[in-house]
């Protein structure tokens, strides 16, 4: 079953999808077996970042999806970019998140709050995929708490000059355009946080080594180093102070993105799963008709549809302009928890198999990990919404 809301009045339900969510669903779906698939276990072990793959994402419009057309994007809804971001991460969650970096954390913010010459400039090339995009946040000391920036951009009259270190940076090496979230005056708090546009190759910015990660090991991850960085004053987004409302307002949207691809890695191993108990035979029958598996596969597909509908709704809502940031924490939450215990399952089911690289679903359990981490752990989404839910008691 998939659900989509499509009415604002809460009484009205509508238990299906248009025609052209479908396409964009087989079309997301066929491209992961057609081009993903192949070659995906000797990516991980390697390490590779699926470099041909994304760039022919962007041909056929996954790096841009929500952008307008009028700045070289697709000019879909959320809604399909989260059935699109399913199917990709079902078979590569390394894949699908530079495609979730791209959408929901460079694209979006920049449509959303760039000037008209940083869109003509940055978002055409990054919306069509022509060229790809990183956030950059998290800080050796500056993880969960995003207030606690030790990048300094000084504003030196027509430019700042950048200083500092950004970790776990997706995206790390193969992007052309980086947003960068720096303290220019700590005596103001968050309220002296700028984002700034960076561009690869600016003198003093520096690639450091790939991360050599437990999961997602095709995801381009980095550590970056900036040292004198002149960025000019046009690069950054918004006014002076803006830059912590920027990164809280993306975080918030590309938590969507995060949730689909959690929902993607368990709904791909539930599907590998139950494809595997209809085939293994044991004690003369297939380990399906047992019991203790049957009621195993009855729960792991309970919790990936309520994690699904979580995740549309979320998105439903972003899309009617209404407030999410209670909800895509709630799908993130939810959905990245679901991807543990799934995937720890098909592990299970799959017995002595499952814990081979053959038969896929020992790599879904390791990258279902970092979907509880980055983009804001699970900790920090419990406080958002224990919040939310507070401020709603207290008529706030």
């Not at 995740?311 to 990245?336: C, G, H, I, R, T």
């Amino acid at each position: 079953m998939r659900v989509l809301f499509l009415q604002t009045n809460p009484l009205i339900m509508h238990f299906q999808f248009t025609e052209e969510h479908l396409m964009i669903q087989q079309a997301a779906r066929d491209f992961a077996h057609a081009e993903l698939l192949s070659g995906v276990i000797q990516r991980d072990e390697q390490q590779k970042f699926p470099a041909d793959a994304v760039r022919k994402m962007g041909e056929l419009g996954f790096m841009g999806m929500m952008v307008s057309t009028e700045f070289g994007g697709s000019g879909m809804d959320t809604v399909s970019y989260v059935l699109a971001m399913e199917e990709i991460s079902k078979i590569d969650a390394s894949a699908s998140v530079a495609m979730s970096v791209n959408n929901s954390l460079v694209c979006w913010g920049l449509e959303e709050y760039g000037s008209p010459e940083q869109k003509e400039k940055y978002l055409k090339p990054l919306a069509s995929g022509a060229i790809i995009g990183a956030f950059c946040l998290s800080e050796p000391e500056a993880g969960s708490d995003a207030t606690s920036q030790q990048t300094s951009a000084i504003d030196m009259g027509d430019h700042y000059l950048l200083n500092g270190t950004k970790n776990w940076i997706t995206n790390g090496n193969s992007a052309s355009v980086y947003l960068v979230i720096a303290q220019t005056d700590a005596a103001k708090g968050h309220r002296g946080i700028n984002v700034l546009i960076v561009e690869k190759g600016m003198p003093g910015f520096i690639v450091g080594k790939k991360e050599d990660k437990m999961g997602i090991r095709g995801s381009d991850t980095h550590s970056l180093m900036f040292t004198d960085v002149k960025v000019p004053k046009e690069n950054r987004i918004g006014e002076d102070g803006f830059g912590f409302k920027f990164a809280m307002k993306t975080l918030s949207g590309g938590r969507i993105g995060i949730a689909a691809q959690a929902l993607g890695i368990a709904s791909g191993a539930l599907e590998l799963a139950a494809k595997y108990a209809t085939q293994r035979k044991s004690f003369g029958k297939t380990i399906g008709e047992h019991q203790g598996v049957a009621f195993k596969l009855a729960d792991m597909a309970t919790k990936v549809e309520a994690a699904r509908l979580l995740v549309l709704k979320s998105a439903w809502l972003k899309d009617q302009n209404l407030p999410y940031d209670k909800e895509s924490a709630m799908a993130k939450l939810y959905a990245s928890e679901v991807a543990m215990e799934v995937t720890t399952e098909a592990v299970q089911i799959h017995g002595g198999y499952g814990f081979v690289k053959e038969y896929h679903v020992e790599r879904l359990m390791r990258d279902a990990k970092i979907t509880q981490i980055y983009e804001g752990t699970s900790e920090i989404q419990r406080i958002v919404i224990s919040r939310a839910v507070l401020n709603e008691a207290a008529g706030i």
